[in-house]
């Protein structure tokens, strides 16, 4: 005899799974302070100067929260998005570990500058972190522009053809992220620096999806009606 499944299983599943990935999003954004954290170990005298790393390190903790917090996103949502797209939902995916890989390089660059004033290195080791720097910089591009929005062109693609949520809040990532792309180009041909005005406007619109997306799937989760048409699509 077969096990007779309650009505509401489904629906609670879903719930389970858009509100677990809602807390993730909302974790992918602890690491804002790093910014901060990390204007001592990126200055020019930071090899020859004293004082505690602690603030570094406290970044570095940040950032690997927030790669493994962005690889739990998509494989969270993998389950129902794959329902309306797998091909789709498996990019996502593959683009969030990329995202994450290479922000965990870029802290393995912030953790060898750390070592090597630790080791005393001193004046020689000037240029080598000036390299590293530059290093982080430059990957920092990668990881927390450009993938981004991949990422986002993706998810905001699968949540507007499932209308899993409001397809207003699906448009702002799939418009964000050429947007962010253009930034991108924008500091890789140093038309515009990281600090600048365009750097900072070019990110928004992926920062609002993604801080929205968070808020909204915890608290609302995800339509109902439409969660239970990809069920069908894939049982029926």
């Known amino acids: 005899m077969s096990a007779i499944k ?3 299983e489904g629906q609670l599943s879903h719930r389970s799974i858009s509100r677990t990935a809602g807390i993730f999003y909302v ?3 602890v690491s804002i302070p790093s910014i901060g954290l990390y204007s001592g170990v990126k200055s020019a005298d930071y090899m020859v100067g004293s004082g505690s790393d602690n603030a570094a390190v406290t970044g570095a903790i940040l ?3 927030v790669g493994l917090a962005g690889i739990a996103t998509a494989a969270t949502l993998f389950p129902i998005l794959k329902k309306q797209n797998e091909s789709a939902a498996l990019g996502l995916v593959a683009a969030r570990i990329l995202e994450s890989a290479t922000i965990f390089v870029g802290v393995a660059f912030i953790m060898a ?6 080791s005393g290195a001193g004046e020689s080791g000037l240029a080598t ?7 982080y910089n430059r ?6 522009s450009f993938m981004p929005a991949i990422c986002d062109l993706l998810l905001g693609f699968l949540l507007y053809k499932s209308r899993l949520v409001p397809r207003r809040l699906s448009i702002i990532g799939i418009v964000g992220g050429p947007i962010l792309i253009a930034g991108y180009l924008a500091q890789m041909f140093d038309l515009a620096g990281r600090s600048s005005a365009v750097a900072g406007l070019s990110a928004i619109p992926v920062a609002l ?3 929205s997306l968070g808020v909204w799937l915890i608290v609302k989760g995800f339509d109902a009606e439409e969660a239970a048409k990809l069920e069908s699509r894939t049982t029926g």
């Open 63 to 65: 950032e690997i929260i």
């Open 129 to 135: 972190s000036h390299a590293l720097v530059a290093l």
């Open 6 to 8: 309650p009505a509401n």
């Open 139 to 144: 990957i920092f591009l990668v990881g927390q």
């Open 209 to 211: 999806f993604e801080f």
């Open 27 to 29: 974790l992918t954004f």
């Open 113 to 118: 500058i750390i070592a090597l004033r630790d």
